[in-house]
């Protein structure tokens, strides 16, 4: 039984919703987030030490199932507006902007209490107070099959054939 689902199961602790937003649209230092009302030092699955900084946020977990299209959607308010204006700045750049979700438990900070989700930000609606965002892992659905397509500028070769 994993760590979550005893908590789950038996309660007692509080699971701490983190997200690490990065994007090649600002320069600096990732965003970490974390939605509870006091900021907390977590560590990260490679050891880092990142100050997650509260803020008022909701987060839409992925469904575990077969469907192939996962997404994690997050609305962030207010509370933090340089995170808002940064997230605003890279899609007005039209930069890729990388989310790391961890959940921990907030008797254990050294560790993420499960693997992360490493996922790509996809969709961006941008209220007057809020931000939402839905990011998603592979998309295999959507994936174009060959990948590579072939045409005269590919495979010159076509041009011949019938």
């Not at 230092?29 to 008022?56: F, S, W």
């Amino acid at each position: 039984m994993s760590i979550l689902a005893q908590v789950y199961a038996q309660g007692g602790d509080v699971i701490l919703h983190t997200l690490e937003l990065t994007s090649t649209a600002w320069s600096g230092d990732p965003i970490v987030l974390v939605k509870d009302y006091q900021d907390h030092t977590i560590t990260t699955e490679d050891g880092r030490e990142l100050l997650a900084r509260a803020t008022g946020m909701a987060i839409a977990l992925p469904k575990r199932d077969t469907t192939g299209a996962q997404d994690l959607t997050f609305a962030l308010d207010g509370v933090r507006p340089e995170a808002t204006r940064l997230v605003r700045q890279a899609q007005e750049a039209q930069a890729v902007v990388r989310v790391i979700y961890r959940c921990y438990l907030y008797s254990d900070l050294s560790e993420p209490a499960e693997p992360p989700l490493y996922l790509i930000a996809r969709r961006y609606t941008a209220q007057m107070d809020h931000i939402e965002v839905t990011a998603g892992l592979f998309d295999l659905i959507d994936m174009r099959w060959p990948r590579m397509v072939y045409d005269s500028n590919t495979a010159p070769c076509l041009e011949f054939s019938q």
